[in-house]
């Protein structure tokens, strides 16, 4: 596919990155695609920019900065556009350019000739708030350090597990190495379809994660009194839960789109990133 119309998102408050996208800018401006900048990122770089629902129309999205920049922008598009991202942070597993590559003549490439790659996201259902879908993960955290909660998950109607932990991972295969690895989840290639439930810090030696199908249906429920958890969707987006409440997991009906490149994908990253 080639792009008409692009759109730029900078994490506004690191230098390093308003620089990049301010050069990348200089350098697309030559070019005849059309270019739309997010507000935030355009006051900063001295231009006009568009809120975020004008970047809808775009083709793909690039970002500047790290995962949390491609993971809250994500987390603001009701339609979600694909994103090609450039590291100007520290992991950047989820960007597809690092900072230290030709990434003016990348980004000039995709333009010309780009494809996708599809992520399964994951949707939270709670107290019947509208939360975001996850691209990575849905945390449920205690609100008390060294305070343990009481979690069930059933799937599909069917109680499995009923444990005491700090809390409890639940990420998609694109999170899977993230939070999820570091609280002793497995790596899932993106292909697989499939969530992963991670116990964080569970006070049961039986207690270890499981991987269930992404087309069921399951629900956590916080079953200890006086206790409270923080819900956090992304690393963005946190919402309260007290005892009793229900959480209800399914599979988002809108996936996540990447611009792909060479070099870097899956297992490539994985090699240079985690090992």
Known sequence: MKADKIGL?????????????????????????????????????????????????CDFIVTVGGDGTILKTFQVL????????????EVGFLTSIERDENYKQIVSDKINSFDV???ERLKVDVKNKNLPPAVNEVVILTSEPAKMLQLTIKLRGREIERFRADGLVVSTPTG??????????PILDPNVEAFVLVPIAPYKLSARPFVVPSS???????????KEADLVVDGQ????ISEGQKIKFTKAEKPAFFVKTKGHDFYSKIREKLI
């Open 9 to 57: 998102v900078s994490r506004f408050n690191s230098k390093d990155s308003l620089k990049l996208t301010k050069n990348l800018l200089s350098h697309l401006n030559k070019s005849d695609v059309d270019i739309l900048i997010e507000k935030e990122t355009a006051m900063r770089i001295g231009q006009q920019g568009v809120g975020f629902s004008n970047l809808e129309k």
């Open 78 to 89: 009701a339609d979600p556009v694909p994103i090609l991202g450039i590291n100007t942070g």
């Open 117 to 119: 790659e599809k992520r």
């Open 176 to 185: 899977s190495t993230a939070y999820s690895m570091s609280a002793g989840g």
């Open 216 to 226: 069921f249906n399951f629900t956590v429920e916080l079953i200890r009194k006086g």
């Open 237 to 240: 987006t946190s919402e309260k």
